[in-house]
């Protein structure tokens, strides 16, 4: 079996770092290439690279909303048994290129958000519509993104199915700590691994410093369009000697495993695969309450209420002053993780590619 995966791009992200990680392990099973809207060889387009058996094509260095790469996916259809599609507007064009080719490939789609601007705006909710009833299968990455997902298109729930994301545990488990040294060594380490996008909170967690002693530090790592106003906030508030911006990384393991607490401070979540990595790490997790990361959490690490700095920093008091309460919280992490092995999901994929090539 022959299978494409089509991303937007190999950019920073959730479902960017999933790509990288997972199809290595489908190249185990069948052949699978990887299409990228955006033709750029960022980090993850050469980590894959490195990693993969298969092609990695891109099609434009211009924009990803460009309808005329429909016209360019054309030929890819005709290639491969199965399509299996990531994020927006890769979708979009997909879908498009298949009804204008009258193409019969199936399509299968990860829905990685429980939300987006598209599904406020009427005329977008219906364009959505017309084009989710195209796909053959869905895979939503949390209960959260599938009964957000089943409430905005009606009458799709048949072809939607809950497919957590995973981890490469091992990667996690055995990192060795990083050697580099961001503080001194009575430091009390917190790491936010995520884009400076809308989505994200960097914010809130800045701004928690101010209620936590000068020993506790901040390690954010990752970029995006909001990066220069969370530094310039940092400076603001007098904090830039506490936080360390360190930008995109491909050592987030070795990194995590020299912080002391990992933490996630979202607005919204599809899944939160950084908070995993923490877990697997071995690190308490702070996150977000909020659909998608508290499924993830809840019972095993610590919860605070969106936007709240103070009930973060109360949270984060607990695990630097309580010994005992911060390795309660990391051996359930841990174990936690363990329910996100990689590997599982992309069995239950393979499972549904088998069954929809059946058809």
């Not at 030929?75 to 199965?82: A, E």
């Not at 729930?157 to 981890?167: E, L, M, Y």
Request: aromatic share 8%; with cysteine; proline share 3%.
């Amino acid at each position: 079996m022959k299978v494409l995966q089509i991303i937007t791009s190999l950019n920073t992200g959730g479902a960017e770092k999933l790509i990288t990680d997972s199809v290595p392990i489908y190249q185990e099973y069948l052949n699978v290439d990887v299409l990228c809207l955006e033709k750029k060889e960022t980090t993850f387009w050469k980590s894959l690279k490195k990693k993969s058996n298969g092609k990695i094509s891109g099609l434009s260095t211009g924009s990803v909303y460009n309808p005329l790469l429909i016209i360019k996916i054309i030929p890819f259809l005709k290639k491969y048994d199965i399509i299996h599609v990531h994020l927006f507007p890769a979708l979009y064009w997909v879908v498009l290129a298949k009804l204008l080719s009258l193409s019969k490939t199936p399509l299968i789609y990860t829905e990685h958000s429980t939300n987006n601007k598209r599904r406020s705006i009427t005329f977008l909710k219906m364009i959505d519509r017309f084009i989710y009833k195209r796909l053959d299968f869905v895979g939503s990455i949390s209960v959260g993104t599938k009964i957000n997902l089943e409430n905005h298109l009606n009458n799709m729930s048949d072809r939607i199915k809950v497919i957590p994301n995973g981890i490469v545990l091992s990667d996690f488990e055995t990192a060795d700590e990083k050697e580099e040294s961001f503080f001194d060594s009575n430091s009390f380490v917190l790491i936010q691994i995520s884009s400076f996008r809308e989505q994200k909170d960097q914010a809130t967690l800045i701004k928690s410093l101010l209620e936590l002693p000068e020993e506790i530090k901040l390690l954010l790592v990752g970029d995006g369009p909001l990066r220069s106003k969370h530094e310039q906030f940092a400076k603001e508030l007098n904090l830039e000697n506490r936080i360390r911006f360190l930008g995109i990384r491909n050592d987030i393991p070795s990194i995590l495993k020299g912080a002391d607490v990992c933490v996630l401070s979202s607005h919204y979540e599809g899944f939160g695969l950084a908070v995993v990595e923490g877990m697997a790490a071995a690190k308490p997790v702070v996150a977000s309450n909020v659909i998608g990361l508290n499924e993830i959490v809840e019972g095993y690490g610590l919860l605070f209420e969106r936007g709240n700095s103070k009930q973060l920093a109360e949270q984060i008091s607990l695990l630097y002053t309580d010994k005992d309460f911060y390795n309660k919280i990391k051996e359930l992490c841990k174990k936690r993780a363990n329910n996100y092995d990689i590997r599982k999901m992309i069995k239950s994929y393979l499972d549904v590619y088998e069954r929809i090539k059946k058809k």
